[in-house]
Each structure stands twice: as structure tokens, then as C-alpha cells.
């Protein structure tokens, strides 16, 4: 795979897991490359790289990423989490919902302060 193309479909990466803080998952298509990685709340959101793949004579071929490829797809999807997490915490539908799980986490009622 070339690395521009590697570069140019990493850029690419869109979220294709709404607002769900459980699971976030993102996926790319660039010419004949997708990438599909995700990553889960109970793992601390370690980046899963679920496949890279290339298309070559017709035929869907599946890459490792190297290191450094490794390393920039974890900086693109840190960025993504924090973005997901400002929208749940910003989302006046989530809300309430979000500062009960905060007082849960603390042993503390929400009510007993509102």
C-alpha cells in the first residue's frame, strides 16, 4: 500500500457509530483502500484495527498497518472520542442522563443536590 494513500484514507476517517460512548467506530474509503477501526468503553478505547484492506487485480487483499500507520490512526481516533464524548456531555437530550452517571461514579444521588 502507499503511504500517500494510507495518509489520504486515514484523513478520511468518519464515525459510523453516532453518539454511542460504548462502541465508536470510524471507516474510510480512498481509491482502492478502506480502513475500518473502532474501539469499546469497557477497553479503555484501545484502538481495534479491524481491517485495512486493498483492492489489487480484483481482489480484496488484507494489510497490517505498520508502527507510524498504527500510531496515526490512535491520534485520529483519540481525537474522535473526545469529540463524542463533548457531544454527549453538550447534548441537552443526554443531559441529565450524563450528570446522574457522574454522581453514580461518585456514590452520590443527583438529586440530593438538585
Given at each position: 500500500m502507499k503511504q500517500q494513500h494510507f495518509l489520504?484514507?486515514?484523513t478520511r476517517l468518519?464515525?459510523?457509530s453516532g453518539k454511542d460512548l460504548e462502541t465508536i467506530g470510524?471507516?474510510?474509503k480512498f481509491k482502492n483502500l478502506v480502513i475500518v477501526i473502532y474501539g469499546e468503553l469497557?477497553?479503555?478505547y484501545e484502538l481495534v484495527v479491524e481491517e485495512i484492506c486493498e483492492k489489487k487485480?480484483?481482489?480484496w487483499i488484507k494489510l497490517d498497518p505498520t508502527e507510524h500507520q498504527e500510531n496515526i490512526l490512535k491520534?485520529?481516533?483519540q481525537r474522535e472520542i473526545e469529540?463524542?464524548?463533548e457531544e454527549v456531555q453538550h447534548d441537552p437530550d443526554n443531559t441529565e442522563d450524563f450528570?446522574?452517571?457522574i454522581y453514580k461514579r461518585e456514590d452520590t444521588l443527583f438529586n440530593d443536590f438538585y
Open positions: 489520504l484514507a486515514a468518519k464515525r459510523n470510524m471507516e474510510s469497557e477497553n479503555n487485480k480484483g481482489k491520534l485520529i481516533f469529540l463524542v464524548q450528570r446522574e452517571r
